[in-house]
């Protein structure tokens, strides 16, 4: 028995919640949002961090909680837990971030030990030590997944000489990083010009920036803002077949021209790429998994960077299917560029690209996300209004002049992680090859 789908209800406006914003004297722009649902706050801190050392960078960001002059790492996380709170640090090509939550009752508590790990991180040596070993070690399981390979060849094969094409830190340099030298990058680069604090809980966001001030208004550092190059075009080359002998899956990975958010077909791009692989419902899935079963999870999306967008793909396939699965990709790509999409098959996308924005605010640590990576590129919460008016007004003809521009198979970089002496003729036989070998 077949059953017919009900219509697709219209969708809800969006309605960005207010954020209050104010830039202390020591430059930092707080912004704090009221969301009331529960007696939580979110905290996201976000310090521009480009081209700093790779290997010192993201032993930093491990060890940033790990103690001050008057506190040690377990210290700061029973100072913060007597708050129901947590901190942690993540680290990224262009951001350090600094994330967590606790009750809204003590936000004053969480900030003031936000405070003294800003101005007063210790980074003692055993603590360094053991982040140290940790970090080596994750390094060395991330290169022996094919996943982790394919996408360092693929980010190598993007961007060149540029900083974005090496994100991972070689074990042997991670291993030299000293405290001293952790210190001194802290002095040189963690500072709150040019930083972004978001506050999201259930508090008058008045309040909430006076406390900001008050706990950070003594942070200060004379280092310098450091900016990224432009990220290259990408430049079509032949594929990069990278050998994994023995392997029985290839890893699948292209590359295509995007733009950023503030772009006239940044909306009507991201439809496209829905159409195509952006989610469950899309051409590409239902190909090469629901049709064909070459794969489980192939998914497409929009990166972006602060020195350039990309749309990127992925798939895990079977040795034996790679060149199929290949041959059914560039087919997809082709198709969209080629052909309008279906109006139904639109429609679908617009509803499930506008949901997204909904859900990514019902929550509190949802919405201090986006309010955070969105400050980062210089936005507000009002930009989500425009963007799901720009998603709502796209046409079949918007969509598919966006898909012709940036989705042409022509325009990609692509790598294939895999068993080169088995795969290599069908891959051949589809496009040009270039022979690699996997680099960590």
């Not at 001050?68 to 350090?96: I, N």
């Not at 340099?173 to 990058?185: F, H, I, M, S, T």
Request: cysteine-free; glycine content about 8%; hydrophobic content about 45%.
């Amino acid at each position: 028995m077949t059953h017919t789908l009900p219509p697709l209800g219209p969708s809800r406006k969006l309605k960005p919640p207010k954020e209050t914003e104010r830039t202390l004297p020591n430059g930092l722009t707080v912004l704090a949002i009221r969301r009331p649902a529960v007696p939580l706050v979110e905290v996201r801190l976000r310090v521009p961090f480009a081209r700093a050392h790779l290997a010192r960078s993201a032993l930093l960001s491990q060890t940033l909680l790990s103690g001050t002059a008057t506190m040690s790492t377990v210290d700061v996380a029973a100072e913060l837990q007597t708050v129901g709170g947590a901190l942690s640090a993540g680290l990224d090509p262009d951001r350090l971030v600094v994330s967590g939550n606790g009750l809204v009752t003590g936000l004053d508590r969480i900030l003031d030990v936000l405070a003294e790990v800003l101005t007063g991180a210790a980074y003692p040596k055993t603590e360094v030590a053991v982040e140290r070993d940790r970090l080596v070690d994750r390094i060395q399981v991330a290169q022996s997944q094919p996943s982790h390979l394919a996408r360092a060849a693929l980010l190598r094969r993007m961007y060149g000489s540029h900083p974005y094409a090496v994100q991972t830190p070689e074990v042997d340099q991670v291993e030299a990083v000293r405290p001293g030298q952790l210190r001194a990058l802290h002095a040189a680069r963690i500072h709150p010009a040019g930083a972004t604090l978001v506050l999201v809980g259930d508090f008058s966001p008045g309040k909430a920036l006076d406390s900001a001030e008050r706990a950070l208004a003594g942070w200060t550092g004379a280092g310098a803002n450091v900016t990224l190059p432009p990220a290259p075009p990408l430049a079509p080359a032949p594929l990069l077949l990278v050998d994994r002998p023995g392997a029985v899956q290839s890893s699948l990975r292209m590359a295509l021209p995007a733009v950023g958010r503030t772009h006239p077909d940044h909306a009507a791009l991201q439809l496209a790429n829905l159409v195509f692989g952006g989610y469950f419902s899309s051409r590409w899935v239902e190909n090469i998994r629901e049709d064909k079963g070459y794969t489980y999870g192939p998914h497409s999306l929009i990166e972006h960077s602060e020195a350039g967008s990309s749309l990127v793909l992925a798939a895990e396939v079977a040795t034996e299917v790679t060149g199929p699965a290949l041959l059914e990709t560039l087919y997809e790509l082709g198709r969209l560029a080629s052909l309008p999409p279906k109006e139904d098959e639109l429609e679908q996308a617009r509803q499930y690209a506008l949901g997204t924005l909904q859900l990514g605010m019902s929550t509190q640590a949802g919405l201090a996300s986006l309010a955070s990576t969105y400050a980062g590129f210089g936005l507000r919460l009002d930009y989500l209004t425009e963007h799901s008016a720009r998603l709502a007004k796209a046409t079949r003809e918007d969509v598919a002049a966006a898909a012709a521009k940036y989705l042409a198979p022509a325009g990609a970089v692509t790598v294939v992680l895999g068993d080169a002496d088995k795969v290599g003729a069908a891959v051949a036989a589809l496009t040009p090859v270039e022979r690699g070998v996997a680099q960590p």
